[in-house]
């Protein structure tokens, strides 16, 4: 049976959404899901953290001189604060190239206060902004490293998308996935649930260095995967270094925890319809229900577990709540 998250109007249900989870133990195998964990779907920016430990695994992180607050920033969806822009602009420094070779376009910043800003002052976002540009910056520094041309370093054919396509497959055993394009104009894959499951398992397991890292700089700078209120950076905060989550368009997300004797699980979450307003909660009820979470970190991510909905006079309407009857 699959998650269920109920949106009310007063005491009446008004719509539903409905998820599928999957969660892998540290023998391969599935001990939970939620609907189908054969189910396909697009990974997007979930994909981040296995993107970054290509280039980490190939030297090209090390020959550009990246710190692990860039490396963190590599792996991000930010909200186009302050510090991810200082971070991206550092990176690029470290390569010797500017904003200009990046190919992933822009848009403006999530963070409402840096967007009103940009508009007040009549400025234009530029790819900087782009929640992707330190995933990007990764990419040129992998490009760097094979040579100095990195012109169309997004096509799924230059050896920067074939390197990282590559090894995201020899992690999970499979071969040919299905590419398509992303939303920053890199290519991204259809994978199963079960399969995302168990890239979230290995990334928390240790026993491969470039995903060791990449756990290690997602952990210890937080506020670098999201940023201000973010979900990724919040459960990362509270979590103290046991646990990540990176969450992906069309609301997909993978979660990374470390269990006892040094051991890990994966998990894989898809709200069907990809609307975002459904995956915290759904998160959090899948978490609480499989009692993954201690007592305090429950409490720190307790304003997540149910998400109250307010008119435009803030006067309660509604909540949104998700239900697993199993």
Request: charged share 25%.
């Amino acid at each position: 049976m699959p998650i269920s998250c109920r949106v009310t109007r007063g005491d009446l249900t008004e719509s539903i959404h409905v998820a599928f989870a999957v969660v892998i133990d540290s023998s391969g195998q599935v001990i939970y899901s939620a609907g189908d964990p054969g189910f396909l779907t697009c990974i997007r920016s979930s994909l981040k953290p296995f993107q970054a430990a290509a280039s980490v695994q190939k030297g090209a992180v090390d020959l550009a001189g990246f710190d692990e607050k860039e490396l963190a920033l590599m792996c991000s969806s930010h909200m186009g604060e302050g510090i991810h822009i200082d971070i991206a602009e550092s990176m690029l420094d470290k390569l010797g190239l500017t904003a200009k070779n990046y190919e992933c376009g822009s848009h403006l910043p999530s963070e409402i206060s840096v967007r009103n800003k940009l508009i007040r002052n009549g400025e234009k976002p530029t790819p900087l902004h782009n929640n992707c540009s330190g995933k990007h910056a990764g990419m040129l520094a992998l490009a760097k490293y094979f040579g100095d041309d990195v012109i169309n370093y997004i096509d799924k054919d230059h050896p920067v998308q074939t390197t990282i396509i590559n090894y995201i497959e020899e992690l999970i055993g499979e071969k040919n996935l299905s590419l398509e394009i992303d939303g920053c104009s890199a290519p991204v894959p259809f994978m199963t649930l079960e399969m995302i499951a168990k890239l979230f398992q290995l990334l928390g397991q240790g026993d491969k260095p470039e995903l060791e890292r990449i756990f290690n700089a997602m952990t210890s700078y937080p506020d670098l995967i999201g940023g201000t209120n973010h979900f990724d950076s919040v459960f990362a905060k509270a979590l103290r270094g046991r646990g990540l989550t990176k969450v992906g368009a069309e609301s997909v997300r993978g979660v990374s925890l470390k269990t006892e004797n040094d051991k890990s699980i994966g998990i894989a979450i898809k709200v069907l319809d990809g609307n975002f307003r459904a995956l915290q909660v759904v998160t959090m009820k899948l978490l609480e229900h499989l009692n993954l979470l201690k007592e305090g970190e429950l409490k720190e991510l307790n304003r997540f577990r149910i998400q109250k909905l307010k008119n435009h006079n803030g006067l309660e309407t509604g909540r949104i709540e998700a239900y697993i009857d199993y």
